[in-house]
C-alpha cells in the first residue's frame, strides 16, 4: 500500500473485500468512509492475474484499475484528520454542484506529506515558519500531479508560486480560539505559574500580554489528536486550538470555554479554507468559480494585504480578523506584539465591504502599526 492508502487508512475505516481466486468473481472494491474507489470489473482482476499476482488482494486490482481510468479532478492535500476534513468538504460541495462529479473515480484525494508535517520536533519559527504546510502541494499542482490544491488559508503565504492562483475560498468556519484544560475553565481561571502549550507566537504574546503569571510551552506542535494526547499526558496544563478545526472535525465536546475576539484576535485567515489551481486551467477555475463565497474571499484579502504590508518574520505575532459588521460594512482589526508579549500594538479600520477598498484598508493598517512600531521589532 502506497503512502496516501497508507494514510488514508489511518485517519478513517477502511473495509476490504478479498477476490476470491477460486470462485466465479465479478467485482471487488476498497471502501472507507467518505470514499468509494471504483468497482473492479472481472476483465481488470485477469490483468492482475496474468501479471502474477496470486493472492487476489484488492490493492492489486486497484493498481490496474487506476491506470485505466482517469479523475475528472485530483484534490491534493495534506494527510492529517483536519485537511483529510477540508478534502471532502470541497468534493462534497462539488458534487452537490456538479453531477458528472459524483460519479465513481470522477473525484481523486491525493494526499501530500509537507515538511510541516515531516519536522515536528522544532519550532516553526526555527524550520522557517511561511509556507511549510503548502510548499510540496504547489509543487505538485504546478507539476501537473493535482488539479487543485486544498489549503487552510492561514497557512498560506501572502506571494503565491508562479503559475498559480487562489480564486476560492470556501464558508469561513468560527474564527475564535477555543481553550482546552481539564482542570480550568478559561485562561483566567489557571493558577499562577501553569503552562500553556502552543506553537503560535501570535497565542503566546497575547497570553502572555494578558496573563503575565503564566508560562508557554511554544513547541507544542502536532495536529489536533496529537495536542490534545499531549495534554491529556501532562505535558501542559492548557491548550488553545481553532475553533474551526474541532467544528470540521466533530470534537468541540473537548472545548472548555471560546475566547472572545478581545481576549485573542485570530490569525490572519483563521477558518477559512482556499483553493487554487494553475492559472492556465480555465476547467478547473470555473469548477472552483461556483464554489467560492465571495464575502469570506474579501474578508480574506483584507486580513492578508494587512499581512503581506507588514511582512513580518516567522517570528513576528501578527493578528488580524476582517468580517461584515451590522451595517454592512467592513470592520477590521489588527495586532503586532513583541514575542514576549510586553508589547502590543493595536489598529482598527471601518469601510465599505468592497474587495478595492478592503484591501487599502488592510495596507493602511499595516502602514500604522510599521510606523508605531520603529525599527528593530519586526527583525529576524
Known amino acids: ?20 481466486p477460486s470462485s466465479p468473481v465479478n467485482s471487488c472494491s476498497l471502501t472507507f468512509t467518505g470514499f468509494s474507489l471504483p468497482q473492479i470489473s472481472a476483465p481488470s482482476l485477469a490483468k492482475c492475474r496474468r501479471k502474477g499476482t496470486s493472492s487476489g488482494f484488492v490493492r492489486a486490482c486497484v493498481a490496474v484499475e487506476q491506470k485505466t481510468r482517469t479523475a475528472i479532478i485530483r484534490i491534493g492535500t495534506r494527510g492529517s484528520p483536519l485537511a483529510l476534513a477540508q478534502a471532502y468538504e470541497t468534493r462534497s460541495k462539488l458534487q452537490a ?18 515538511t510541516g ?26 507539476n501537473g500531479h493535482i ?20 480564486p476560492c475560498n470556501l464558508v469561513r468556519e468560527d474564527v475564535r480560539d477555543a481553550f482546552i484544560c481539564l482542570t ?20 503566546k504574546s497575547q497570553i502572555l500580554h494578558k496573563y503575565p ?13 496529537t495536542r490534545l494526547s499531549k495534554l491529556q499526558g501532562g505535558k501542559v496544563h492548557a491548550t488553545l486550538l481553532a475553533l474551526a478545526g474541532l467544528k470540521r472535525l466533530s470534537m468541540t465536546e473537548n472545548v472548555a470555554s471560546v ?22 486551467d480555465d476547467k478547473m477555475a470555473n469548477y472552483l468559480a461556483s464554489l467560492n463565497h465571495e ?22 505575532p501578527i493578528a488580524g480578523y476582517a468580517a461584515k459588521d451590522e451595517e454592512g460594512n467592513c470592520f477590521f482589526r489588527g495586532l503586532v506584539a513583541s514575542p514576549d508579549g510586553i508589547r502590543v500594538l493595536e489598529t482598527s479600520r471601518k469601510g465599505p465591504y468592497v474587495f478595492e477598498d478592503m484591501v487599502k484598508m488592510g495596507k493602511d493598517a499595516g502602514q500604522e502599526l510599521l510606523s508605531r512600531a520603529g525599527p528593530g521589532f519586526f527583525g529576524n
Do not use: W
Open 184 to 203: 480550568a475553565a478559561s485562561l483566567a481561571d489557571l493558577p499562577g505559574g501553569s503552562v500553556v502549550g502552543t506553537a503560535s507566537l501570535r497565542r
Open 117 to 142: 508535517d515531516k519536522i515536528l520536533s522544532q519550532p516553526l519559527a526555527d524550520i522557517g515558519g511561511k509556507g511549510l504546510f503548502t510548499k510540496e502541494i504547489d509543487e505538485a499542482l504546478i
Open 259 to 280: 475566547l472572545s475576539l478581545d481576549e485573542m484576535l485570530p490569525a490572519v485567515a483563521q477558518g477559512a479554507i482556499g483553493i487554487a489551481c494553475r492559472t492556465d
Open 97 to 114: 454542484i456538479h453531477p458528472e462529479l459524483t460519479e465513481d473515480g470522477a473525484i481523486h484525494i491525493e494526499i501530500i506529506k509537507t
Open 213 to 225: 503569571s503564566l508560562a508557554v510551552e511554544e513547541n507544542f506542535r502536532g495536529n489536533v489528536q
Open 1 to 20: 500500500m502506497d503512502i496516501a492508502s497508507s494514510s488514508l487508512c489511518q485517519a478513517h475505516k477502511i473495509s476490504l473485500t478479498r477476490c476470491q
Open 295 to 316: 464575502e469570506t474571499r474579501l474578508a480574506v484579502a483584507c486580513e492578508r494585504a494587512f499581512l503581506e504590508t507588514l511582512d513580518g518574520s516567522c517570528r513576528t
Open 147 to 166: 488539479d487543485i490544491a486544498v489549503h487552510s488559508m492561514k497557512d498560506v503565504p501572502t506571494y503565491l508560486p508562479e503559475k498559480t492562483v487562489l
